[in-house]
């Protein structure tokens, strides 16, 4: 499994060279460091979301709620940061991932304590979340001249030449990939992706590590709470609506298998990766931003085609002959 | 072996206590439906007239229709979060017609033709290819949508003739509009085809063990494929029905109108994991949902809080059963 | 559930005694657990003794599995005591059950196949390096000790486990029990999808085991492996213990009739042999990887065995003639017409049907009732212009479920809520009733109990009396000779022999299928 999910991941990488070199060779300007730096820094929340969905989407679950966490974390924040600019950045992003970690585990324990499938669990509390928003704000908005210079410069920083938004991503993907690779919760979060019956007798509380990850996906949705609100600076009810989706393609994109089990750290970010690429590239070589939707969803039809390609069983093999073979 | 008793007849069915008939899905879902229905009259004095009533029934009559049809799907054990992208796609071929210049008969055609030819299109890479509906979905809702946005851009097509306006506008008979006829008609229809036909019964066995279901005979990809086409058929029909409600085109009409589709079909009852559901259970969903909409509307509630009490709605009605079944196993 | 017209007596043997008598590492007392509408244990009691195996005997839905799970702390008994060591615990998990040393190993050998063999054996006890992350090197190291210990170093601890062989998983699966030292080792029907020698291997890591000291709880349906290796039994019926002893104490009959309450000799049916002329013929089937050049012939009222061990390739052959799965050539003959089956309903029309081996998976279709689930191959029949029409679909019911001596409170009756024998009942049904000319059975009475399978039996008889023709798979020696015309043998893929069945011994066909010159 791993030399071959190692080849998928190779193939995605493959796929994103060759999609910047054909870029490239029109505009030679988008295969230049900076704007590479440029691509990586505007893609950073999706990645940081995409490992959020994935470890969920690894235990056979999904969780729709994501972005509506999203707007709402980010709206506390914003309100927070309006109505008292003294709290330092550091804080607001521990708060925000405090209330993005409570509202994951409210998902987290329906699922667990009630049973409730994911997918239904998280559709309501994706309606929820987001009505909440409009609850806490009364509809209106946070913007830029409510925002204390700390609060949109903070991501803007940069360190070593690259933004601190950047660093973020990478200390999120590091994180991850020490989790996924190196501890026990890793192996319980594939173990039950791939055989939640045997991982019971293996001793795994399956719901329990449910519970877990949908608490992952909550800081997760909680700090890009933090980082899109600071970025796009404005807060409001309409922010990343509909994005759950967009998260979602971008696991699917990076191979991540929605039944579960199957994935890496390293093709969540690439799907995120080649989404971004999409979306920095269509300005720059001159198509309208309306075909980015369509381009995205026929990139998922693709990328799902081909990951089923793969994975197709084949038939036992029991003749010798055919062994040999 | 003389200890074993002759073969008994075994009877067809048992009769079942009353309390199974009291507990039962729909039961509560009727419990639930009188009760807002209450509120409403008591919290507004606009509530129990009977145009208002009329105007509830828009609130659930074009998701409904999608409902019926996605409902059998997710029985199947398949999803279709396209149907939303299939409205605003079959609506953009419209306006294109009406630009060009067709007559209503023409756009009805249009918009019901390209509802198929997407649910086909869905149903063909589920099947043929054998691909997970959920993210076979998620991509063609982008490709449907997307390409009404390469059409449309920023643009709205407007301009629909007047005769069109009667599919989402007109009245059949007093306060009864059109499109609630045909809200009732299409759940008649759904509800013999899924509890009364040989078809809906295949549904069922597929939808609770697909593996056994090949074996006995059921061509469990060919039906999966009707069900698809069937939820693009609806989608398309949904389609006349909004833009011609609403006169004209936008590729963000809809949107987010798959969520909302299956949250009804989940309140009413039908298993998420497929294999159970009834029609009656989706008809009762839409009223709800459609009661708490308007009642919240005739109290300025906004939208966006009214969608609180859905999702709430939801959550709390699915899980209550299991509560009570804990609660009364004395765990 | 049905009222049981032998009440349980207990037959106990004298308490063993003597100073070389050890006392028990693991006793259970008085365990009771029920399920809505089910009791599936009543008051029962099991010791495990340290270095001894115990035979848990008992027909199937006698509940084994249930006490099995109690164990493994995936059930809570309702009452009941479980000691351990003297001491009384309880295991509210299936950590708790690991943390007491409890390990099982399944019929279906529960690991991860996608996981490495090291990482299979120390799941949820990897070693840790300083920073709480996993040691790999540790770990693999361990793996290799482990193995080493069970004289299996022959298996890399790098290896995925998919690229194992069965057997070897097993191996794998005792050495996960070895390396978290546990000290009761479950084995619940262990050689089911084992081949002759792969058993004796087994056999070989259980003597191991008893020389570590471990307390073997082994579970089987297959009384020669329970007299090769178990030391006690216990043996349970309908819930309820209803005898215990030591194995050398004990003659078959006499487990038999505590298994079933009654006396069972299993004679399989009588029959007049009246074979007609061929009817399905088959000649130069071929798979790409499954099986090649696969012909024979069957002939009206005849009932052709194949046999052959396990993974030999004889589900394939027969899954390809229903049109599960496609062939690579070869042509299937039906009545003198060439049919060409592109999917299980092309066959069922033809006349041919497959009753599949894995009755929860392929058979019963669990949460629709009992008429529904037999009604399903002939809702052609059964409705008219695609209307259902039930009093058809209960009679059709009706008619074949009582044939087979159901046993079921009513028609309407979800088929999840029934014993497996019953279900199996179901699965034949639901083919029978669309009146094949051609009907394959895969495994027509695995895992069922004694009682049912003779019904199965009974009815095989009645159905090629009736003229229909019969293809039985079955990996049951026994089986294969009560009840066969003729027996082919299958090998790797490919038809090792056909006999006809006058005068065939057990011996001939086991070599045959294991590819043994004589």
Known sequence: MKAFLKHREIWLLAAIVVLIGLISTRFPAFADPGNLRQVFNDTSILMILALGQMVIILTRSIDLSMASNLCFTGMVVAMLNAAHPA???????????????VLGAINGLLVWRLNIPSIVVTLGTLTIYRGATFVLSGGAWVNADKMSPEFIGFQRAAFLGIPVLSWIAILVIGLFFVVMTRTALGRSIYAIGVNPTASVYAGIDVGRTKFLVFCISGMIGGLCGYLWISRYVIASVEVANGYELNIIAACVIGGISIAGGIGSVGGAVLGAL???????????????????????????????????????????????????? | MTDIPAPRRIPDRLDKPLSSAIFSWEALLVVVAIAIFAINSFAS?????????????????????????????????????????????????????????????????????????????????????????????????????????????????????????????????????????????????????????????????IGNNPVAAQFSGVRVGRIKFILFCLTGLMSGIASVLITSRLGSTRPSIAQGYELEVITMVVLGGVSILGGAGSIVGVVLAAFIMGLVTFGLGLLNVPGIVMSIFIGLLLIIVIALPIVWRRLRGGR | MLDN??????????????????????????ISKSFPGVRALHNVSLSLYPGQVTALIGENGAGKSTLVKIMTGIYQPDEGAITIDGQTVTLPSAHAAFGHGVTAIHQETVLFDDLTVAENIFLGHAPRTRFGTIDWRTMRKNAREVLDTMHAGHIDADVRLKDLGIANKHLVAVARAMSIDARIVIMDEPTAALSMKEIEELFLLIEFLKSEGKAILFISHKFDEIYRIADRYTVFRDGEMVGEGLIKDAGQSQIVRMMV????????????????????????????????????????????????????????????????????????????????PKSAADSIEAGIVYVPEERGKQGVVIGLPIFQNVSLPSLKRTSKSGLLRLAEEFSLARSYTERLDLRASSLSQDVGTLSGGNQQKIVIAKWLATAPK????????????????????????????QGLSVIMVSSELPEILGMSDRVVVMREGLIAAVYDNKGLDAETLVRTAAGIAA
């Not at chain 1, 709290?87 to 970690?101: Q, S």
């Not at chain 2, 029934?57 to 398949?78: H, R, Y």
């Not at chain 2, 509906?133 to 997307?146: H, K, P």
């Not at chain 3, 027509?444 to 049912?452: A, C, E, N, Q």
Request: charged content about 15%.
């Open chain 3, 261 to 340: 309450g009654r006396s069972v000799d299993h004679i399989f049916p009588q029959r007049k042999a009246e074979i007609g002329a061929p009817v399905l013929s088959v000649s130069g089937l071929s798979h790409p990887t499954e099986f090649n050049d696969i012909g024979f012939e069957l002939h009206k009222g005849e009932i052709l065995g194949f046999y052959g061990l396990v993974g030999a390739g004889r589900s394939e052959v027969m899954q390809a003639i229903s049109g599960i799965t496609r062939t690579s050539g070869g042509t299937i003959t039906l009545d003198g017409k060439v049919i060409v």
């Open chain 3, 438 to 465: 051609v009907i394959i059975l895969d495994e027509p009475t695995k895992g069922i109990d004694i009682g049912s399978k003779a019904a199965v039996h009974g009815f095989m008889a009645e159905l090629v009396a």
């Open chain 2, 45 to 205: 004095p606009y509530f129990l007239d009977p145009y208002s009533l009329s105007d509830l029934t828009f609130n659930f009559t074009e998701k409904g229709l999608i409902a019926f049809a996605m409902a059998l799907l997710i029985i199947s054990g398949e999803i279709d979060l396209s149907v939303a992208a299939i409205i605003a796609l079959a609506s953009t071929m419209m306006g294109m017609a009406v630009q060009a210049g067709a007559g209503t008969p023409v756009l009805v055609l249009i918009g019901i033709v390209v509802g198929l030819g997407c649910g086909a299109f869905n149903g063909l890479l589920v099947t043929r290819l054998g691909l997970p509906s959920i993210v076979v979905t998620i991509g063609t809702m982008s490709l449907f949508r997307g390409t009404a946005f390469i059409i449309l851009g920023d643009q709205a097509y407007k301009g629909y003739p007047e005769s069109f306006a009667f599919f989402g506008q007109g009245y059949v008979w007093w306060v009864v509009s059109f499109e609630l006829v045909l809200f009732l008609v299409a759940a008649v229809v759904y509800w013999f085809l899924l509890h009364r036909t040989s078809f809906g019964r295949r549904v069922f066995a």
């Open chain 1, 87 to 101: 709290i330092p950045i550091p804080l607001l992003i521990v708060i925000a991932l405090a209330v993005g970690l």
């Open chain 1, 274 to 325: 080649f989404l971004g690429i999409i979306s920095n590239a269509l300005p720059v070589i001159n198509i309208s931003p309306f075909w980015q939707m369509a381009i995205s969803g026929s990139a998922i039809i693709l990328a799902v085609v081909l990951n089923a390609r793969g994975e197709r069983q084949q038939g036992r093999i029991i003749l010798r002959k055919a062994e040999a073979a």
């Open chain 3, 5 to 30: 017209p032998h009440p349980a007596q207990i037959v106990r043997d004298p308490p063993p005694k003597g100073s070389g008598e050890t006392a028990p590492r693991l006793t259970l007392s008085g």
